[in-house]
Each structure stands twice: as structure tokens, then as C-alpha cells.
């Protein structure tokens, strides 16, 4: 794609995520989730994007499975636009972030944004890395069911059968495409060092640093929010019975 495309395609993703997030607001919402509408439709938004781009992501490499054996520099024209639309949202998140929640409370996500939109902005600007930035992407599998956990708590429902399901599901899609993608993507760069410029390189090595520390601290709340502080409560009550 050339350069003319990637902005058009990128502005393009920012207008819609714009519309979704301003469509969030028209729709009825949970009166618990009143007391800070916009995180919920900041969530609600970040759940679209999460759904469209974990669908898009498995659909890149079922349509265009050669890119699996080269993801330097075999890509599709539609999953370089899946990278390009990603850039998208992430700008639009960001922007949505800064103007509504205070630094203190959102440093790391927008930490995170900066080094996903630098990383994905590189790979789409030289045409190179895209099967590896779709592969990264493969981590909104889980988001869909992180997002979701965080709907379902705004909305008062914390302790609902549905939770509790929705809590295994997403521990269990955590672990397999989020950590151990991570690992994985760490071990084909390491591996693949030599063909990969110094730059190039640096960037990767940056970027799976900051996603993997970011997801272990992520993983370990998880596990105390919803596993942890839950067997001690149901102890806790075995003992007063």
C-alpha cells in the first residue's frame, strides 16, 4: 500500500471508532455504569475494536497462509489494512484517554499505545513485519473477553454465572494468546536476529519487553481479582457456616 492509502486507511479507522464510541452513548446503558459513562464507552469501543480485529487477524492468515512462513515480507493487501485500521483505533483510544482521565490514571495504556502505534507504524510505512504485527494482534482474541470482564463489572454483574464463565475463558485465552504468543514472537526474533536490521530489531526487542512486563503485571491482577480474592471470600464463609 502505498503511503496515501495507510493515512487514508488509518483516518478512516480513527472516524469510525469515533462514531462507535459516540453510538456507545446513544444506546441504553447500565445504571451502574451511569456513575462514569464515559469509561464505559471507552470499553464498549475498545470491545468493537477487540471483536473485529481478533475475526481479521485469524481470516489474514487463512486467506494468505504463505505468510506464515515469511513474516518479514510476504503480507496481503488485507492484513496490511488490518495493521493500518489498528493504528487507527490505537490513536483514537489514545486521544480519547488524554482528554478524558487524568495521567496519573492511565500512564501505562498510553505508554503501551506509543509503542504499539510506533512498532505497527514502521511496519506498515516499509511494507516489512506486517505478518509479524498480525500476529501480535492475534493477543485481541483474549481482549474480547478482557473487555467483556469489564463490561460485565460496570455494569453491576460481578458475581453472575456468566462472570464466572467469562473469567475462565479469559484466563484460559490469556495464557495462550497473549503469553504464550508473546514468548513465541520473543523467540522467532531472537532467532531470526541476523535478518533483521539493527533498527528494525531494537524496536522488536523494546516493544516485547514493555508488552511482556505489562502482561505478567496484567495476568497477576487478573488472577487475584477474580480466582484469589474469591476462594478467600467462599473460605471465609465455610468457616462461619
Same mark, same amino acid.
Given at each position: 500500500?502505498?503511503l496515501s492509502s495507510v493515512?487514508?486507511?488509518?483516518?478512516?479507522?480513527?472516524?469510525?471508532?469515533?462514531?462507535?464510541?459516540?453510538?456507545?452513548?446513544?444506546l441504553?446503558m447500565?445504571?451502574?455504569?451511569?456513575?462514569?459513562?464515559w469509561?464505559?464507552?471507552?470499553i464498549?469501543?475498545?470491545?468493537?475494536?477487540?471483536?473485529?480485529?481478533?475475526?481479521?487477524?485469524?481470516l489474514?492468515?487463512?486467506?494468505?497462509?504463505?505468510?506464515?512462513e515469511?513474516?518479514i515480507e510476504t503480507?496481503?493487501?488485507?492484513?496490511h #489494512?488490518?495493521?493500518?485500521? =489498528?493504528? &487507527?483505533?490505537?490513536?483514537?483510544?489514545?486521544?480519547?484517554m !488524554? $482528554?478524558?482521565q487524568?495521567l496519573n490514571q492511565?500512564?501505562?495504556i498510553l505508554?503501551?499505545?506509543i509503542?504499539?502505534i510506533?512498532?505497527?507504524?514502521?511496519s506498515?510505512?516499509?511494507?516489512?513485519?506486517?505478518?509479524f504485527s498480525?500476529?501480535?494482534?492475534m493477543?485481541?482474541?483474549?481482549?474480547?473477553?478482557?473487555?467483556?470482564?469489564?463490561m460485565?463489572?460496570?455494569?453491576g454483574?460481578?458475581?453472575?454465572?456468566?462472570?464466572?464463565?467469562n473469567?475462565?475463558i479469559?484466563?484460559g485465552?490469556?495464557v495462550?494468546f497473549?503469553?504464550?504468543?508473546?514468548?513465541w514472537?520473543?523467540?522467532?526474533?531472537v532467532?531470526?536476529?541476523?535478518?533483521v536490521?539493527l533498527? #528494525?530489531?531494537t524496536?522488536? =526487542?523494546v &516493544?516485547m519487553?514493555?508488552?511482556?512486563v505489562?502482561?505478567? !503485571? $496484567?495476568f497477576c491482577?487478573l488472577?487475584?481479582s477474580?480466582f484469589l480474592k474469591?476462594s478467600?471470600r467462599?473460605?471465609?464463609k465455610e468457616?462461619?457456616?
Amino acid at each position: 500500500m502505498e503511503l496515501s492509502s495507510v493515512i487514508l486507511t488509518t483516518g478512516v479507522s480513527v472516524g469510525f471508532f469515533r462514531l462507535v464510541n459516540a453510538g456507545v452513548s446513544k444506546l441504553p446503558m447500565p445504571e451502574s455504569a451511569c456513575r462514569n459513562a464515559w469509561k464505559w464507552r471507552n470499553i464498549s469501543t475498545s470491545f468493537v475494536h477487540s471483536f473485529i480485529t481478533a475475526i481479521w487477524a485469524v481470516l489474514c492468515f487463512f486467506r494468505h497462509p504463505q505468510m506464515a512462513e515469511d513474516l518479514i515480507e510476504t503480507h496481503s493487501v488485507f492484513s496490511h #489494512a488490518l495493521v493500518s485500521l =489498528s493504528i &487507527g483505533y490505537f490513536i483514537c483510544d489514545f486521544l480519547d484517554m !488524554v $482528554l478524558n482521565q487524568k495521567l496519573n490514571q492511565s500512564w501505562e495504556i498510553l505508554f503501551h499505545h506509543i509503542v504499539v502505534i510506533t512498532c505497527f507504524g514502521f511496519s506498515v510505512l516499509t511494507c516489512r513485519y506486517v505478518g509479524f504485527s498480525v500476529v501480535a494482534l492475534m493477543v485481541e482474541i483474549n481482549s474480547v473477553f478482557l473487555h467483556l470482564r469489564q463490561m460485565l463489572r460496570m455494569a453491576g454483574n460481578a458475581t453472575s454465572t456468566l462472570y464466572r464463565v467469562n473469567s475462565i475463558i479469559n484466563l484460559g485465552t490469556y495464557v495462550v494468546f497473549r503469553i504464550n504468543t508473546l514468548a513465541w514472537m520473543t523467540r522467532w526474533l531472537v532467532l531470526n536476529r541476523d535478518n533483521v536490521p539493527l533498527m #528494525a530489531y531494537t524496536l522488536g =526487542s523494546v &516493544g516485547m519487553a514493555v508488552m511482556t512486563v505489562m502482561n505478567i !503485571v $496484567l495476568f497477576c491482577r487478573l488472577l487475584r481479582s477474580d480466582f484469589l480474592k474469591s476462594s478467600t471470600r467462599e473460605n471465609k464463609k465455610e468457616k462461619n457456616m
